[in-house]
């Protein structure tokens, strides 16, 4: 009885190792776009925005600090991703960080970014893109201002910022 209770458990735990591996399959797809709402094809992205929106958002890119379209601007709106018009970001948790890049205290919605961990420059960041059609945004860091301690740290190229 108690064998046969712990073979059981062991199938299960298998089952449980099997379906966790075809769950984590899609985020280690070479083509991760494919998982958002608005996929295009890399030649229709490259047709759609200009060479620095591309660099950034589908390429990964960072532009250069305070050479950069909206990381002094204090102007009231709300921020759009480029290449998607979703609203990403208001003016109202935009703050000066001194870093030369538009700085934000949260996103406009918790579900407007994702987030997913980065390792490609010494140790690990927290990458920040838009959620519906996985243009990259910037980094996330927890060194930001109250209430949140957070700063979401992003590209101007980005960002299409519409005045309230
Ligand atoms: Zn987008």
């Not at 059981?8 to 984590?24: E, F």
């Not at 759609?48 to 960072?62: C, E, F, I, N, S």
């Not at 519906?132 to 190229?157: E, M």
Request: charge should be positive; proline fraction near 7%; glycine fraction near 10%.
């Amino acid at each position: 009885m108690h064998r046969r209770t712990v073979l059981k458990a062991g199938a299960l735990l298998g089952l449980g190792i099997l379906t966790n591996a075809v769950k984590i399959q899609p985020v280690q797809a070479k083509e991760p776009g494919k998982m958002f709402e608005i996929t295009k094809t890399d030649a229709e992205w490259q047709a759609l925005l200009t060479p620095a929106q591309y660099r950034v958002l589908r390429k990964d890119g960072t532009e250069p600090p305070f050479q950069n379209q909206y990381y002094a601007s204090t102007a009231k709106g709300v921020y759009h991703c480029a290449g998607c018009d979703l609203p990403l970001f208001s003016s109202d948790a935009k703050y000066e960080s001194g870093t030369g890049w538009p700085s934000f205290w949260q996103p406009i919605s918790e579900s407007a970014v994702g987030r997913k961990s980065d390792w490609s420059l010494l140790g690990k960041r927290t990458e920040v893109h838009c959620s519906r059609c996985g243009g990259h945004q910037g980094h996330v860091f927890p060194d930001g201002p109250k209430p949140t301690g957070l700063r979401y740290c992003i590209n101007s190229a980005a960002l299409h910022f519409k005045p309230a």
